[in-house]
């Protein structure tokens, strides 16, 4: 496979050719997902290709990474409408199978109900890209998005003493007429 990726040899450091035609890549990838395009989303994965989606899980081949964005462009159209993936940061490491991209990411979102934009979520990401024909495109997709301190691959000591977490009884839903006649 390197063969595929590399007819020279693994270069050292990543060629600024290469550097360019995977930023496009996570654009092609960016504006097919956030704009429903199906062409423009799978141009962006090997036929079998891994999508591993915090919410989903894995999906692969294209078959598979269809149905998982079409779920969440359509079962889900409110809570998806109106995304924009941003990614940065990239560091890109050659390897002999390919290159391996490790990137944050920022999703920020438009609320069709209220007029206003927020950040739906962050992360960091860290996939695996192949050239095919002649284009990169993902081999191995992993979103990890940062839902918890835990998912934050902190480096150093972590020493923040993590708030307590208060579990508060349930609220009493009984009419007010009831809950009035309770004693003192």
């Not at 007029?115 to 990401?125: A, D, E, L, Q, S």
Request: hydrophobic share 40%; charged share 25%; aromatic share 14%.
């Amino acid at each position: 496979m390197s063969d595929d990726c590399w007819p020279e040899g693994v270069p050292k450091n990543l060629p600024a050719q290469d550097r360019g035609d995977i930023t496009e890549l996570y654009a092609r990838y960016a504006w097919g997902l956030d704009l429903a395009d199906e062409e423009l989303l799978l141009s962006a994965f090997a036929e079998d290709g891994t999508f591993d989606h915090l919410w989903q899980g894995k999906a692969t081949g294209h078959a598979a990474i269809i149905a998982n964005a079409r779920s969440l462009w359509n079962d889900r159209q409110h809570w998806w409408y109106g995304r924009q993936h941003l990614f940065n940061h990239f560091i890109m490491e050659p390897r002999a199978e390919g290159v391996r991209v490790r990137c944050f990411f920022q999703i920020v979102q438009l609320n069709i109900d209220y007029g206003t934009n927020f950040v739906f979520g962050i992360g960091t990401r860290d996939d695996k890209l192949v050239r095919r024909d002649g284009r990169w495109v993902f081999f191995s997709l992993f979103v990890n998005a940062w839902t918890a301190a835990d998912q934050v691959p902190w480096r150093g000591e972590r020493k923040m003493v993590q708030r307590p977490r208060h579990q508060a009884d349930p609220a009493d839903c009984r009419p007010f007429s009831v809950q009035a006649k309770d004693p003192w």
